[in-house]
């Protein structure tokens, strides 16, 4: 069983939301089959938006850092619970000797063994402005569509609020609504899949039972079940 | 704000309650002004029950080596979101040079602060055969009221399930209706509070919402604010 480092923090609702995914899929029935994971949870890696549109510092250096502080605490494979960060997920391969869980491609492989063509992106502007998820679904074939601009500022003052203070997941957010008529504008565009790129979406309490016309596929299960096969290979093959 | 090392893993789920408890409870705007967490979830760490009774393992040496893990990782304070684990507390405290958040202690404190005389408690055989809370509640003036051998049965049962396999959280699991009850008796004993002082029966789904006769106290909760209280003295403050 691989001991498994969790470059957390961004932002740390998030974090907890993919840790809650990766023991909920672990097959254990007792604590001590659980999977050994260190979680960095350290909230001074900058703003991957910010970085990405260049109203804010490279956040390339912490995340090296984060990365090699697991390894020394003996992670032997490596998960970034974060779209937007892997915008930078080279500072991190090559700070360390250990795998990194590529998001996109994970992703990518999930939505092509459903058998989607078009998948409908939603997460942050700077995931979707670099292409990340653009990049890497056309180069296996596939055609991402993604909101409008309007759409997009829409989901960001939904996930931010309007002064840049984080607003998801609090009483009165309107974050669902504005995921469900987004997704079904992707939809009515042609999108037969939708994608939600964004861990800070992929906590929103409630996103399982949202009424869309296309059916949902969240990045942070399909790494978090990805996660438990590549570290607990035995229990995944069961 | 000092680095917080979070000595996990007892169990896994417990500790992300714990983690969200701390995350929801910090006076946060971006990601930036969370804190700074170190989580080690290690599931190595022999059960802690089975110690105290003489059916297993002792989980000294393992608590010992995260404490020492969290610490080179750069921790400056620990917490350990398991009551049961700190049975063992002198073997993490004389590991290393950094304090542990003593729960038995903050939460005698908030219950004091709160007013109550006779707190009932509610955790596991191992937290309570050994007199962890009853021992720091006496010293304290205050007269804790423990269930009976056959509510303890009871319970256990309802967080492990008949053959020791964890089944609390999961559907149908009798945990919130054997808690009721036996917080229930515990009231008709005397007690003027419920006590949960076993961070798997704190991460109940739906515990603040149980209809019981007497307030509860949750143990995670009173921790997870302190948390955050000596961690990031200035935001407490506010």
């Known amino acids: 069983m691989l001991t498994v480092g969790v470059i957390g923090g961004m932002g740390p609702a998030a974090t907890v939301d993919f840790l809650r995914r990766v023991i909920a899929t672990t097959p254990a029935t007792r ?3 659980h999977l050994h994971l260190i979680i960095d949870n350290d909230p001074s890696v ?3 938006t910010a970085a990405v ?20 605490a003996g992670a032997e494979i490596l998960v970034m619970p974060c779209n937007a960060a892997h915008l930078f997920a080279q500072a991190i391969t090559s700070a360390v000797q ?9 992703v990518v492989d999930e939505v092509k063994r459903a058998g989607f063509r078009r998948p409908g992106l939603l997460g942050t502007t700077g995931t979707l402005s670099a292409g990340l998820y653009q990049d890497a679904m056309k180069g296996a ?3 991402p569509i993604v909101p409008t601009m309007q ?4 989901l960001m003052d939904a996930i931010y609020g309007p002064q840049g203070v984080k607003t998801i997941g609090t009483k009165g957010s309107t974050a669902p609504s504005t995921l469900a008529r987004v997704a079904t504008n992707l939809s ?7 994608v939600v790129v964004c861990t800070d979406l992929s906590a929103l309490e409630g996103l399982d039972q949202l009424e869309l016309p296309v059916p949902l596929v969240n990045a942070a299960e399909v790494v978090a079940r990805r996660t438990v096969a590549l570290a607990y ?3 995944s093959s069961t």
Not at 98 to 106: C, D
Request: hydrophobic share 35%; charged share 30%; net charge negative.
């Open 233 to 235: 290979p035995e229990a």
């Open 151 to 154: 759409e997009q500022d829409a």
């Open 98 to 106: 250990i795998p990194l869980i590529n998001w996109p491609a994970e």
């Open 188 to 194: 009515s565009r042609g999108a037969d899949v939708a």
């Open 46 to 48: 900058p703003d991957r």
């Open 53 to 72: 549109t260049g109203d804010g510092p490279d956040p390339s250096p912490q995340l090296a850092a984060i990365a090699q502080r697991l390894e020394a």
């Open 31 to 33: 604590d001590q089959d």
């Open 141 to 143: 074939h596939l055609e």
